[in-house]
């Protein structure tokens, strides 16, 4: 296991009701997923919020050109995953995950999915990518077995 401290800071705009521990336990288990040494001994920081459809759309029509909604935006703190393995100071912050409950909650039931376990797929999925993982079948696979573990 990681030895490391992590932080979130929680901006839950929407109301969303998530609980910052559950994000918590969500982070903390994927960045206990991978061998992340360069981690290790350091105090990690993630800013987390939840944005209604419109403005997560605005955001993501601003941010990658889509103009839609969608579930979850990342903004990384380091470009690539070899900037972040360079950083030598002890706090490190990885950047911020902005997620839109209500579009998760919408998607999870017309999947007929659990909704907690959407939420921590979701949220691991941004942890991952403030990490530097790019959309691949590793990254998918990581998120997923996360997930699972927060069924109810």
């Known amino acids: 296991m990681l030895h490391m401290k992590l932080e979130i800071d929680f901006n839950d705009s929407e109301k969303s009701?998530?609980?910052k521990t559950f994000l918590f336990q969500v982070a903390k288990k994927t960045?206990?997923?991978?061998?992340?040494?360069?981690l290790k001994n350091k105090n990690i920081s993630i800013g987390f919020a939840t944005v209604p459809e419109g403005e997560i759309a605005k955001m993501n029509a601003i941010y990658r050109?889509?103009?839609t909604v969608t579930d979850v935006l990342s903004f990384c703190e380091y470009k690539t995953k070899e900037d972040l393995q360079e950083a030598v100071d002890k706090n490190i912050?990885?950047?911020?995950?902005?997620?839109?409950?209500?579009?998760?909650?919408?998607?999870?039931?017309?999947?007929?999915?659990?909704?907690?376990?959407?939420?921590?797929?979701?949220?691991?999925?941004?942890?991952?990518?403030?990490?530097?993982?790019?959309?691949?079948?590793?990254?998918?696979?990581?998120?997923?077995?996360?997930?699972?573990?927060?069924?109810?």
Do not use: P, W
């Open 17 to 19: 009701g998530i609980k």
């Open 31 to 38: 960045l206990a997923h991978e061998n992340f040494g360069y």
């Open 65 to 67: 050109k889509k103009k």
């Open 93 to 152: 912050y990885l950047g911020e995950i902005i997620v839109c409950y209500t579009y998760i909650v919408k998607y999870a039931k017309a999947e007929k999915k659990n909704e907690k376990q959407e939420l921590a797929e979701i949220v691991s999925h941004g942890v991952l990518h403030l990490l530097g993982f790019r959309h691949s079948q590793k990254m998918f696979a990581i998120q997923k077995e996360i997930a699972n573990q927060f069924i109810k």
